[in-house]
């Protein structure tokens, strides 16, 4: 018998419009007559009603499905026949697919750990009833309001009852199978953490983990090869979510997370506290990287006298490398506590700021850099993949103390760098700081030049914070901040 607009199931569900439809089954929209509810009708396909193995399936899932009851998985209310149909009836959950939302390309990181940890919460409450699902996809993650559940145990077994796998027969979907489906061994709630992983991989690349010719030859590719590190194939990947979705696609079972609790607490780690996937950077205070070094190239047209001159200063002491015309007044001991000019206030010490969900650390070693006396050298931020620092966190800066409360009139700042955006709050203590200044111009907000000055009508702390909230392309899609050098003039 075929289903029907109209139709009438078990005497009280009648179907209204067709919702989906699947390899083993179509979903309707209903109406429950007795309770007077809207309901999901699941009805198995006709050419399938007759098959005893399928009709066996069909039923587990009912019985299985029933057993839940968490705000992450979709409710089973009933299930019964009608003549020949076999059908199943569920709470309806209006909105889309993550299946549909994935044609539309990959989703940020935090809203793909956000779904896949939301998962793990659904799937953690049905391994706690002996449930595994086996059959984790995109297509049985229902959205809807910021709101996920876990759909469709259509193969789930319970893990006391007999295997529903027959000779030559996948359970599952072949892209999603955890390798020990695939070859046909012992399964329990491991592989539905695989299944996350696979899905986890595929909202960050937007591609899957493993693809080939056919589902079979994609299956087995799991058995043979480990999948390319999801941020080989998209930057701003967080390194510890990278690790997060490498650990569930672990080819052993035992090497993968044990419980669907442990992926989602490290999942929440991920996402707060790791910084983005970029390329090495250096650590040590070490030359600038060959951009810093021609900016500081200026073109000399010089005499035999004005040559000779530099050289006897050189010779004698008082002049080295590094100045204007590539020469400046020799220091001692340059240091970021000795003032080079009058009126310019000394700064004690040299901080990288980066606040939660940042890691804590930008360069804190080159720090230093920015108040050395030497443009050639330079604090940096580290490499993002878009200039709104790959959409992670909303700035990082240099905290500077100037040793005590004082009148700050205005910053000077030389960058090889320019075309970053930058705001400067201060704090009197450290702990907290306030809204940006405002400069003489009414603007709060900057983009730095090659040299950039802001003057401050009125201004007084001890700390102050240089707040870069969008970098500039310094390379092929690699973005930055940088401060050569940062001096503050007194009031």
Not at 4 to 27: D, F, I, K, T
Not at 30 to 39: A, N, S, T, Y
Not at 154 to 181: C, M, N, S, V
Not at 234 to 261: C, H, N, S
């Amino acid at each position: 018998m075929k289903t029907e607009h109209g139709q009438r199931l078990a005497g009280r569900y009648v179907l209204e419009s067709p919702l989906a439809s699947g390899g083993m089954a179509e979903v309707w929209r209903g109406h429950d007559e007795v309770l007077g509810r809207p309901v999901a009708v699941k009805v198995l396909h006709e050419h399938l009603a007759t098959d005893e193995g399928f009709l066996d399936r069909f039923r587990r899932e009912a019985v299985t499905a029933a057993r839940l009851s968490h705000p992450g998985v979709v409710r089973v209310f009933d299930t019964g026949i009608d003549e020949d149909l076999c059908f199943i009836v569920m709470e309806l959950y209006e909105g889309t697919t993550l299946a549909d939302r994935l044609q539309e390309g990959p989703l940020p990181p935090e809203e793909a750990a956000r779904i896949a940890r939301a998962m793990l919460e659904g799937l953690a409450h049905a391994h706690g009833q002996e449930v595994v699902h086996r059959d984790v996809k995109p297509g049985n993650v229902l959205l809807h309001g910021g709101q996920v559940k876990v759909a469709d145990f259509g193969i789930a077994k319970a893990a006391y009852g007999g295997d529903l796998t027959t000779t030559g027969t996948l359970l599952g979907t072949a892209r999603y199978l955890a390798p020990e489906q695939v070859d046909a061994a012992s399964v329990d709630h491991r592989a539905d953490l695989y299944a996350v992983g696979v899905v986890l991989y595929e909202m960050l690349t937007g591609r899957a983990p493993f693809e080939a010719d056919s589902a079979i030859a994609e299956a087995t590719l799991r058995l043979m090869e480990a999948p390319t590190p999801p941020g080989a194939l998209r930057g701003g990947i967080p390194r510890e979510l990278e690790a997060v979705v490498m650990k569930a696609l672990a080819r052993d079972p035992d090497e993968r997370f044990q419980t669907a609790a442990e992926m989602r607490a490290a999942l929440d780690h991920a996402v707060w506290t790791s910084p983005p996937l970029v390329p090495p950077l250096r650590r040590e205070p070490q030359p600038a990287p060959s951009f810093f070094r021609a900016w500081m190239l200026v073109p000399i047209v010089a005499t035999g006298l004005a040559a000779a001159v530099i050289v006897a200063g050189l010779l004698l002491g008082s002049l080295e490398l590094g100045g204007p015309l590539g020469v400046r007044p020799r220091q001692e001991s340059p240091s970021p506590t000795s003032p080079e000019a009058a009126g310019t206030i000394a700064v004690q010490s040299v901080q990288a700021h980066d606040p939660p969900p940042g890691d804590g650390s930008e360069h804190d070693d080159d720090a230093g850099f920015a108040v050395d006396g030497d443009p050639s050298t330079a604090w940096q931020t580290e490499g993002y993949t878009s200039p709104d620092l790959g959409g992670r966190k909303p700035g990082v800066g240099l905290i500077f103390d100037l040793g005590a409360t004082v009148d700050i009139a205005g910053i000077d700042l030389t960058t090889p760098a320019p075309g970053w955006t930058f705001e400067v709050l201060t704090s009197a203590d450290g702990s907290s700081f306030g809204d940006p200044l405002v400069a003489d111009d009414g603007a709060s907000s900057f983009t730095a030049d090659e040299t950039t000055t802001v003057a401050f009508p009125e201004a007084r702390a001890r700390y102050v914070l240089i707040w870069i909230t969008e970098l500039t392309e310094v390379g092929a899609g690699e973005h930055r901040g940088v401060i050569a050098e940062a001096e503050f003039t007194g009031g």
